[in-house]
């Protein structure tokens, strides 16, 4: 599992490995790295765990590792703009997530009845869904 803090002009993401997360005991987090990446409201990690999402409000980026390259080696690699919708249409976008087949992501503004976004991967145009 991944976490990012939430602060203004960069985030902090640490990872908490999987092997302890099962136990019930303290899990200690590991530092990954410092991204200029601010106000971080959501993330996913692709079902290959290839692809890292996150987003705030306005922005999403994507980091991308090859095989065998830690987490921490790929958050040092540029990132891809991706897109979301984003004020006002999107009031308060607070939630991204990978497709199960991991060819694209869904976001979702806070509030009653938002509709939720789809973005295939390989085109920057969003469909809606109905609410």
Known sequence: MLIATKQKRRSRLYLAPAGQLTTGAEVRLVW????PFADI?????????????L?????AWMWS???????AAALANPSRRMPVIGPPTEPNGEAIAWSTDGRGYYTLSEGKRQPIYYFPVETSQPAAIAP
């Open 55 to 59: 987003r705030r409000e306005d922005a």
């Open 32 to 35: 990954l790295r410092e991204i």
């Open 41 to 53: 409201s959501a993330g996913d990690l692709s079902p290959d765990g290839q692809h890292l999402l």
């Open 65 to 71: 590792r090859g095989p065998g390259e830690t987490m």
